[in-house]
């Protein structure tokens, strides 16, 4: 079946515009995360939705950061006046809960830069 | 989560079996060890995961100590499709994000 997809592929924007980098899910997945990847490092975790649960949010760098997951489904990472530290590959990845331990779906990602 | 502890790097030569070992000392009782791998410019796959019996699946075996405070993720009959990053991983059964270190790079040679 389909796997997690994510749009765009890249973004080029400049320093102090806003970004939205968008999250398709695998269907039927109630668990949805978004991360984010610098140059040759490992993976942050920013933020986490599960369900009708209120997100964890506590990865989240700054508040110019937010995210949505509307209808249990798509979630949208929004940047607000962007700066160059925020250039990244950002990741989303979805899971099925079943009450124990799982694994994680990972997108292709976003590339992130902003000049 | 237990932090865990890999080697930099790692050589392979294809079709020999690669064996790539993490420490994860601080592991406690409720802490799986799952291992993902992330080809360059993709995204991480996952792999395996345990918690204290050994496991194996189609893609690879993961051995877990008895003390449990070390694994070594087995890849039987390594390809150049599997050089990658690999990641090994501790966390709690139901924690939130998935922390990943800087794992081991693999570069399977002909």
């Known amino acids: 079946g389909a796997g997690v997809s994510q749009s765009p592929s890249n973004k080029v924007t400049e320093k102090g515009k806003d970004v939205e980098l968008r999250c398709d899910p695998i269907?039927?997945?109630?668990?949805l995360y978004w991360y984010r990847q610098s140059l040759g490092q490992g993976l942050e975790f920013l933020i986490y939705f599960q369900g009708n649960s209120a997100p964890d949010k506590s990865g989240l760098p700054s508040d110019r950061f937010s995210a949505e997951r509307t209808g249990g489904s798509v979630s949208t990472l929004t940047i607000q006046r962007t700066q160059q530290e925020d250039s990244a590959v950002y990741l989303c990845a979805s899971s099925h809960l079943a009450g124990g331990p799982y694994e994680q779906y990972f997108g292709p990602g976003t590339r992130l830069t902003v000049t | 989560d237990a932090k865990t502890t890999q080697p930099t790097s790692m050589d392979c030569a294809e079709g020999r079996a690669a064996n790539l070992p993490c420490n994860h000392s601080?592991?406690?009782?409720?802490?799986?060890v799952y291992w993902y791998r992330q080809i360059h410019s993709q995204g991480p796959q996952y792999i395996i995961h345990?918690?204290?019996n050994n496991e194996t699946n189609e893609m690879a075996s993961l051995i877990i100590t008895e003390d449990r405070k070390s694994s070594t993720l087995i890849l039987p009959h390594a390809t150049l499709r599997d050089t990658a990053v690999y990641y090994c991983?501790?966390?709690?059964?139901?924690?939130?994000?998935?922390?990943f270190g800087a794992g081991t790079r693999l570069t399977v040679k002909p």
């Open positions: 991983i501790v966390r709690k059964e139901n924690n939130n994000d998935m922390r």
């Open positions: 345990g918690l204290k």
């Open positions: 601080t592991i406690s009782g409720n802490e799986y």
């Open positions: 269907s039927g997945h109630t668990a």
